[in-house]
């Protein structure tokens, strides 16, 4: 068996969705003064690797805690993007069907991540056009994966994929890592986010893992 790490590190000074501000992890009790190391955490909800519930673009979508433990885990089908297209269109995942009817998740590498921390992870990043979103639909997904900070370009301002995912009861996850480097073929995946009350989103540890 092998584990794969999908997830970024969440750290001070992290990349973050331009807009928002980056999370402030504080020592706030050390050993040497009150006998015990705890760390005081304040981000956003959507800070790294993370999972938007439908409650994140809609008002009436559920929130992540309205979800079955289930909705996290599941098999992936994997989709590596080496074309220079910005767009992922239909007939680049043609070939995927089969893998997608047997799949629960979609997860999409295009080798962005290796841009993290650095100005061009904000732009020019692949993205599924709107036709393509509707057509995953005819599939019984429970999410799909990207390796970039959002499912939309950066310039969306009606957020077509966000929306027509989040509004059939999908999840989105957003900024994985390591999705290139994953075999051929389905894997089991896991993405499991916090137990927030009225989650609109959730930092998760991401992993897939090979038997």
Request: proline fraction near 5%.
């Amino acid at each position: 068996m092998k584990i794969f790490d999908l997830t970024h590190p969440i750290q001070s000074g992290m990349p973050v969705f331009p807009g928002t501000e980056s999370p402030e992890i504080l020592t706030a009790c050390t050993v040497e003064e009150h006998g015990f190391l705890e760390k005081k955490i304040n981000m956003y909800s959507h800070t790294g690797t993370h999972i938007d519930a439908p409650a994140h673009m809609l008002a009436d979508g559920f929130t992540l805690d309205q979800f079955s433990v289930e909705k996290f885990i599941g098999r992936a089908c994997i989709y590596r993007h080496t074309t220079r297209s910005t767009r992922i269109a239909i007939e680049h995942l043609q070939d995927l069907t089969d893998q997608l009817h047997a799949a629960d998740f979609l997860l999409i590498g295009t080798g962005w991540d290796r841009y993290w921390g650095q100005p061009e992870y904000f732009a020019d990043f692949p993205v599924l056009d709107s036709a393509t979103a509707k057509w995953l639909l005819q599939f019984q997904l429970k999410g799909i994966g990207l390796d970039v900070i959002s499912a939309d370009a950066m310039d969306s301002q009606e957020f077509p994929v966000h929306f027509t995912l989040l509004g059939h009861g999908l999840v989105i996850i957003e900024n994985l890592t390591n999705i290139t480097m994953l075999p051929d073929g389905i894997c089991s995946f896991q993405c499991f986010p916090l137990k927030l009350r009225d989650a609109d989103g959730s930092p998760v540890r991401a992993v897939v893992i090979v038997e």
